[in-house]
């Protein structure tokens, strides 16, 4: 995936905290072919403040970091689609787009080792529940409440269709 161009669209909702961390993290094992795109939500009185924080912890000489924002919060989803119609639009076709949460709940070395992947599959998931995987640092409400949503969706999904 290195050597291909990515676009790496990052939701966010009023993330001064973590988001700029995660972009800390990323930024500097970056190359030219990709960019980052930071689809935020955030009320607009957030915005400059937000683009500031980020902008003083990208770290990378080679990629870029643009901004897609909403006058509204649509929730993640919305968020993922707009930033992805956004790298589109700005800057042409890509390979490959990652996308994740701002909010901690991604890990960058995760990010970075699906970025530095040489696989050639049409898709790659990282997911928090696969047998090799952790979490770590949530509350055991969100835990509980994160699988309960990963067990009831998938039979509300298959009960409309």
Known sequence: MQSKKTA???????????????ISRISPTLNQNQIVIIADDSPIE???QLIEKCKQEFKSNHSTLDFSFSANKCGRGAAIFRGIKFAQ??????????ECDSDGSHRAEDIIKILNTDSNED???????????????W??????????LNLTIPRLL????
Request: no cysteine.
């Open 8 to 22: 790496i669209v990052i939701a966010s909702y009023k993330e001064l905290e973590a988001l700029p961390i995660l």
């Open 46 to 48: 957030l915005r400059k």
């Open 89 to 98: 639009n700005t800057y042409g076709y890509f390979d490959f787009y990652l």
């Open 123 to 137: 898709l790659l998931i990282g997911s928090r529940y696969l047998p090799e995987s952790k979490i770590i640092g």
């Open 139 to 148: 509350p055991i409400s969100r835990t509980i409440f994160s699988k309960l």
């Open 158 to 161: 298959k009960d409309l269709s």
